[in-house]
């Protein structure tokens, strides 16, 4: 069984660009959550995909986007990149939309740099 | 809305010593909750849960129940070791959808 992957691992951007992370989910698994994790502190939700649409966001503007494909995986985008995004990106995968209690299972994460 | 509270860290420990890291948490329902560990420049790693009051997760000597009325669901370890030293999050399933809630996390240290 292949866990969740991420890439690329780090990232380095200049204010102003935009960046794109990549997420294979668990085998199986048919959702996609993505969390952003500053220095220090617990992980927070950004959004959510469920057999390709989105199943809720966070507390996040709109210049952070995602996609997931038909075979599961899944795209964060972040465009105008501001200082405050510097942070480990996290992606998460699981069975079913959650209301079953699922648990989700982390990647290593993407470690993003804004200069 | 869904919180969780964790205890500040660091929690400094010595080998074979006994571990709890409180966690109380407020949300509507009756939330799953998890554990997880972060390991120094790693994702996180589940490392137990529950799903409905008095439920009891275990795994790798790290145990935690589900507590309605006290509203909590405190890490416990009878042993610790060297290898144990991470940081530690307690979290919850908010309702409707798969939004994990987390704690700040506290970090562990525990010394030979």
């Known amino acids: 069984e292949t866990g969740v992957t991420q890439s690329p691992t780090h990232l380095i951007k200049t204010r102003g660009q935009q960046v794109t992370l990549r997420c294979s989910s668990q085998s199986g698994h048919n959702t996609v959550s993505w969390y952003q994790q500053a220095l220090g502190q617990g992980p927070q939700f950004i959004f959510q995909y469920y057999r390709e649409e989105e199943n809720g966001r966070g507390n996040f503007p709109p210049r952070f986007s995602g996609l997931q494909f038909p075979n599961y995986s899944s795209e964060l985008n972040v465009n105008a990149l501001e200082l405050d995004d510097s942070a480990l990106y996290l992606c998460?995968?699981?069975?079913?939309?959650?209301?079953?209690?699922?648990?989700?299972?982390f990647g290593p994460g993407t470690r993003l740099l804004v200069l | 809305g869904d919180s969780v509270t964790q205890m500040e860290g660091p929690v400094t420990l010595s080998e074979e010593a006994f571990l709890t890291i409180n966690c109380t948490y407020t949300a509507t329902g009756y939330p799953s909750l998890f554990w997880y560990v972060q390991y120094p420049g790693e994702g996180l790693q589940l490392l137990l849960k529950?799903?409905?009051?008095?439920d009891k997760g275990s795994n790798k000597g790290f145990e935690a129940t589900y507590r309605k009325e006290t509203t909590s669901f405190h890490l416990e370890k009878g042993s610790v070791q060297v290898s144990d030293s991470a940081v530690y999050f307690c979290a919850l399933l908010s309702g409707g959808y798969n939004k994990l809630i987390f704690g700040a996390g506290t970090r562990l240290a525990v010394h030979p």
């Open positions: 529950a799903t409905k009051a008095d």
């Open positions: 998460a995968s699981s069975l079913g939309s959650g209301q079953g209690g699922e648990a989700q299972y």
